[in-house]
Nanobody, 124 residues
């Protein structure tokens, strides 16, 4: 059973930065496509960024393009989300997810495993 554990969330002022981490265990991380999603209060969970199994392909939601960077370290079984120039509208619970097919997916229904989430709060 694959387990995903997010960390790195917290409270930050607008314009600040955070780096989220998602550590995987119990599976073959290097074969998985990984995604970051977020859910703000009262809203549906939405795609933020994805990265292919090799790290060679990444994809971002328009709302974070140019501000967020997804990366992975297969030797450490970890995927990261670097978030710069944070805005109050980035406030949400951030989740990482794994797709055993190794691809970048924007549809959350296609992901096989999910973490519990980490809270990011951006103050104005």
């Amino acid at each position: 059973q694959v387990q995903l554990v997010e960390s790195g969330g917290g409270l930050v002022q607008a314009g600040g930065s955070l780096r989220l981490s998602c550590a995987a265990s119990g599976g073959t991380f290097s074969r998985y496509g990984m995604g970051w999603f977020r859910q703000a209060p009262g809203k549906e969970r939405e795609f933020v960024a994805g990265i292919s199994w090799s790290g060679g392909f990444t994809y971002y939601a328009d709302s974070v393009k140019g501000r967020f960077t997804i990366s992975r370290d297969n030797a450490k079984n970890t995927v990261y989300l670097r978030m710069n120039s944070l805005k109050p509208e980035d406030t949400a619970v951030y989740y990482c997810a794994a797709d055993v097919a190794g691809r970048v997916r924007t549809d959350q229904a296609l992901y096989d495993y999910w973490g519990q989430g980490t809270q990011v709060t951006v103050s104005s």
